[in-house]
Antibody, heavy 114, light 112 residues
Framework: EVQLVESGGGLVQPGGSLRLSCSAS????????MHWVRQAPGKGLEYVSI????????KYADSVKGRFTISRDNSKSAVYLQMSSLRAEDTAVYYC???????WGQGALVTVSS | DVVMTQSPLSLPVTLGQPASISCRSS???????????LNWFQQRPGQSPRRLIY???NRDSGVPDRFSGSGSGTDFTLKISRVEAEDVGVYYC?????????FGQGTNLEIK
């Protein structure tokens, strides 16, 4: 059974940093790109970042470029999202998504507020 | 960025009746590899999104056959042949042909 479990969410002050982790199981992790998608409270879905199977290629939404960094560790079947210079508008549930979009984690809530 | 426009945004439906959601993209979703990467997702209240349809018309495993997808180019449709109570939620189309992948605004399906 495919499972994606996010962790690391929480409350952070504007300008602060946070690192999200996603632990994957039930599939050959190293064979799939991985994504992060976010959803602000009561709002729609926004793609944040994507990383290739070997981590050598990454892409970011313009809204987070230069502030967020995606990475992965295939030996641990994990993908990460390092978020810095956080803003109030980054407040959202962050979903870890398998590269074919067919499996989503339960989400991690990030709240940016003073 | 490719803009995905869904209609309607609110869809009240009587149980057992059909429902249809339109999704239009601001540019063609035909990839250079010949595929059209248009997906449909369902998000039930309090849950993560669940993919229903991939590449326009392919139903995911476990998705009831009352759900169907169609379309081409820039114009796509999700149809539910007979709405059931468990279908309540928000439906999103999403294109994965161009980066960044983009979603429609969402269509809120409710029971009348």
């Amino acid at each position: 059974e495919v499972q994606l479990v996010e962790s690391g969410g929480g409350l952070v002050q504007p300008g602060g940093s946070l690192r999200l982790s996603c632990s994957a199981s039930g599939f050959t992790f190293s064979s799939y790109p991985m994504h992060w998608v976010r959803q602000a409270p009561g709002k729609g879905l926004e793609y944040v970042s994507i990383i290739s199977t070997d981590g050598g290629s990454t892409k970011y939404a313009d809204s987070v470029k230069g502030r967020f960094t995606i990475s992965r560790d295939n030996s641990k079947s994990a993908v990460y999202l390092q978020m810095s210079s956080l803003r109030a508008e980054d407040t959202a549930v962050y979903y870890c998504v398998k590269g074919t979009d067919d499996f989503w984690g339960q989400g991690a809530l990030v709240t940016v507020s003073s | 960025d490719v803009v995905m426009t869904q209609s309607p945004l609110s869809l009240p439906v009587t149980l057992g009746q059909p429902a249809s959601i339109s999704c239009r993209s601001s540019q063609s979703l035909v990839h250079s590899d010949g595929n059209t990467y248009l997906n449909w997702f369902q998000q039930r209240p309090g849950q993560s999104p669940r993919r229903l349809i991939y590449k326009v018309s392919n139903r995911d495993s476990g998705v009831p056959d009352r759900f169907s997808g169609s379309g081409s180019g820039t114009d796509f449709t999700l149809k539910i042949s007979r709405v059931e109570a468990e279908d309540v939620g928000v439906y999103y189309c999403m294109q994965a042909t161009h980066w960044p992948h983009t979603f429609g605004q969402g269509t809120n399906l409710e029971i009348k």
